[in-house]
């Protein structure tokens, strides 16, 4: 079962996982309309609804777990596990977040207490700690952060780690067909160290058109989050991430991580190949 399989990663991880003959796929979906529309075997599934998990969860015994950006996600998370204990679950990959594992950033640290759940429930497990999904490039939480070539953002000059969606649903598709080899592991994925006036540099050269980076307060980041009804917990946790960045007191930044390699033998995608591929999304 690949839970979240409309969002962002679920899709990806959906869409590869269907194409892997040792797996018999279904994507967990909120509404019979997203059901219809899948494109894939679909079950109901709402965490914020107790009375489907059991239903949807009969005859699965693998699952891609992935909540989250609402805090939320410790009730739904707790009510999900219990479901799929009973549910005779066997394994379970978890999306989480960036960070080692005394992390100052709240919202990184409510993922591993997930993790921790886990494996107190007694599961299999394969932990995914994804760093900064280049997917965000494009746009994030339905708003797009470069528009006509202006890069606006939050985090002043802080060089981050950056990792493709792709690669992440790549890790997850080996982790879920081959769960007796990936038992018990966790894996940071992060394939790429970027700061936005860098992006800003390979956008310029690789569409041809110019870039550049506009570092904001952050205090305006969280402003327009919670206008847009995002969840007030999350988003205060991303805006201290970001103050803290733009104060220069982040630890953890400039990592690379061999997860990708390690898992599936292939080099992961750098922020430049994913510019190539989005060529036409980036272009204004
Ligand atoms: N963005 C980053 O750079 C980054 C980095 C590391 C980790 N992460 C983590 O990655 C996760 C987000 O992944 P994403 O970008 O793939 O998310 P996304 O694109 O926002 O997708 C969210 C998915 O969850 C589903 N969903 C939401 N509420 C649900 C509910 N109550 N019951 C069932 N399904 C529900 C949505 O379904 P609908 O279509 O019905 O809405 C959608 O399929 C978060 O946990 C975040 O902390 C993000």
Redesign the pocket.
Known sequence: MI??????????VLRLAAANPNLDVVG????AE?AETLGFPAVL?????PE?LAPALEGVDRVFL?????I??FR?NRDFLNAARRADVEHIVH????GDDDTPVE??L??QFIERYIEWSGFSFTHL?????M??LLG??GVRVIVNGVIRHYVANARLTW?D?ED?AAVAVESLSKPEEHAEKTYRLGSDVRSYAEIAEILTRVIGQPFAYEARPPNEFLAAALAAGADTA?MQSAYENYAAYTAGTNRGEEKLFSSFVDVTGRKAASVEDFIRRHHDAFSY
């Open positions: 839970t979240g399989a409309t969002g962002q990663i679920g899709s990806a967990a979906v909120r509404s997203k599934l709402d965490f914020d609804r489907t992935m909540t989250g950006y609402t939320r996600m739904q999306l989480g977040a960036p919202h990184w409510w993922h700690r994804p760093e900064i999904f997917q965000n994030y939480g990792i969606g992440i999350y």
